[in-house]
Nanobody
């Protein structure tokens, strides 16, 4: 199984970025997909998750209304559209695949990508 994130970079506060995660080696639609992030000196935290068929989503309060998770099962890809970015959104963002229903705990995810850096300047 391989999960590869892309789309990270540098952006000014208030700007937008779209992260992508390409999956291979798994029955993609059978897995919920999630995004997590880890800021320097902090623990990794949950950002958003989407069910296998994309019908249900769940977000951390800190990103609700600003971030949108989506998926394309035909392309085996999951996305995170990030709008109104804030300096506190600066982190390495990871995508993950889990077989539970809308998992929000990182222990519920079986597969992880290597991460992509997002830096938001003030």
């Amino acid at each position: 199984v391989q999960l590869v994130e892309s789309g990270g970079g540098w952006v000014q506060a208030g700007g937008s970025l779209r992260l992508s995660c390409a999956a291979s080696g798994l029955s993609f639609s059978s897995y919920a997909m999630g995004w997590f992030r880890q800021a320097p000196g902090k623990e990794r935290e949950f950002v958003a998750t989407i069910s296998g068929r994309g019908y249900s989503t769940y977000y951390a309060d800190s990103v609700k209304g600003r971030f949108t998770i989506s998926r394309d099962n035909a392309k085996k890809a999951v996305y995170l559209q990030m709008n109104s970015l804030k300096p506190e959104d600066t982190a390495v963002y990871y995508c993950a695949a889990g077989s539970q229903v809308l998992p929000a705990d990182e222990d519920e995810y079986e597969y992880w990508g290597q991460g992509t850096q997002v830096t938001v300047s003030s």
